[in-house]
Structures are given as C-alpha cells and as structure tokens.
C-alpha cells in the first residue's frame, strides 16, 4: 500500500509570507503528527492530529498551525515566515492515537529567503 | 521540561564490531520508546520499538534495552554492516486515550567503515 505522501517536497518561501504543507496518510490511519527537524534542533514534535482534533501540541509559537481534514489528511501551516523556519517538515501516520508504529513521509523541506 | 539525551553523537565502528548508542529520558509518564534510522534524503524508518513492561527485545542483529527505574535506553547492533550507516534517533513516547506527545534525541551519525 501507498506510504506516506508530503507535498510539495521542496519549497523556497520569503521572509513574512505564509506556506501550507500537505501530508496524506497510510490509508486506514487516522492519526497524524508533524515534525520539524533542523540541524541545530533535531527532531521536535508541532502537533498530533487524531479524528480532525488536535490532541497533543509541542512548543511551537502560534505561527504554526495545523488540520487534519475527515480523510484524515492534514496539513500545517507557518504564518509570517521567519529565515528560522527553515527546516526538513515530517509527517508521520499512525493507525490510531494509541497505536505505536509511526510511518515518516519523505518530508517537505522549507527555504526562506 | 521533557527532553531525550542521546550518545554519543557521532559513532565510527568497523564492519562486524557492535555499535551501542544510549539515551536518557525525563518524563517518567513515557511507555513507550522507539528507534529510528535515517538515512539521507529520507524520512526516518522505525527499526525496533520497547514498551515500558518489557526490559529487553531482540530483533535480528539489532536489541534494544530499557532500565525504567534509571530511565536509560539503549541501542545495540551486532555484526555492523556498511548498509547500517546512517543517522539513528531515539525517542520517548507518553502513549494514551489523549493521544500521543513522541520527544526524540538528537541523534547519532553512525558510521561502519568497511
């Protein structure tokens, strides 16, 4: 079956404008988590989606925003862009909130100039 | 706050030796602690996973540990291979009705020489 698709893969934005990242899960899954992950920072979790609810949330100013629509595909979104911002974006899938096994997308990987 | 410490950062093994990599957690809520590798241009693969009830699980060459009281895991690779070159991530998961909240360390750059 189809893994985890990111889209676009590559994106290069300029400082203070917004950008939207699409993630459409394993299909049956219905759990869905955002990453972002930078040299300096590694890994650090945005938020869970589960259902279209946001059910966990990581340390992320309110610029970052997320949703997760009834076929369980999400997107994020980062208002007024910051040349911080620019990192390798990951989506993982889940079959449900409780299930382990996370699958990673390929990641949508974020310029700004 | 919750954080995940992993060592060391960057591992040079030759092929066959074991490579180890240790993490530490904070969150004494966490049950559940995978590993991932993450190889170039990619996005990280889940190789082996522990829950908080178990010490000790083995899949092939690859064994993870967990000593919940000291809140230390770890990562062992026996027989190490060129192919097994990569970034490997822990993490540190808090798993329940309310969803999931996964803190990962920052990794380790593993390299087999041939």
């Known amino acids: 079956k189809a893994g985890v698709t990111q889209t676009p893969r590559y994106l290069i934005k300029t400082r203070g404008q917004q950008v939207t990242l699409s993630c459409s899960p394993i299909s049956g899954h219905r759990s869905v988590s955002w990453y972002q992950q930078t040299p300096g920072q590694g890994l650090q979790f945005l938020f869970e989606?589960?259902?279209?609810?946001?059910?966990n949330k990581g340390n992320f100013p309110g610029r970052f925003s997320g949703r997760q629509f009834s076929n369980s595909r999400s997107e994020m979104n980062v208002s007024t862009l910051e040349l911080g911002d620019s990192a390798l974006y990951l989506c993982?899938?889940?079959?449900?909130?409780?299930?382990?096994?996370?699958?990673f997308g390929q990641g949508t990987r974020l310029t700004v100039v | 706050g919750e954080n995940v410490e992993q060592h060391p950062s960057t591992l040079s093994v030759q092929e066959g030796d074991s490579a180890v990599i240790k993490c530490t957690y904070s969150d004494s809520a966490s049950n559940y602690f995978p590993w991932y590798k993450q190889e170039l241009g990619k996005g990280p693969q889940l190789i082996i996973d522990?829950?908080?009830?178990?010490g000790e699980k083995k899949d092939q060459r690859i064994a993870v540990t967990l000593n919940k009281t000291a809140k230390h895991f770890s990562l062992h690779i026996t027989e190490t291979q060129p192919e097994d070159s990569a970034v490997y991530f822990c993490?540190?998961?808090?798993?329940?009705?309310?969803?999931?909240?996964?803190?990962f360390g920052a990794g380790t750059r593993l390299f087999v020489k041939a």
């Open positions: 989606y589960f259902s279209e609810t946001q059910r």
């Open positions: 993490a540190a998961s808090r798993l329940g009705t309310g969803g999931f909240k996964t803190i």
């Open positions: 993982a899938s889940s079959l449900d909130s409780r299930n382990t096994e996370a699958f």
């Open positions: 522990i829950r908080s009830n178990v």
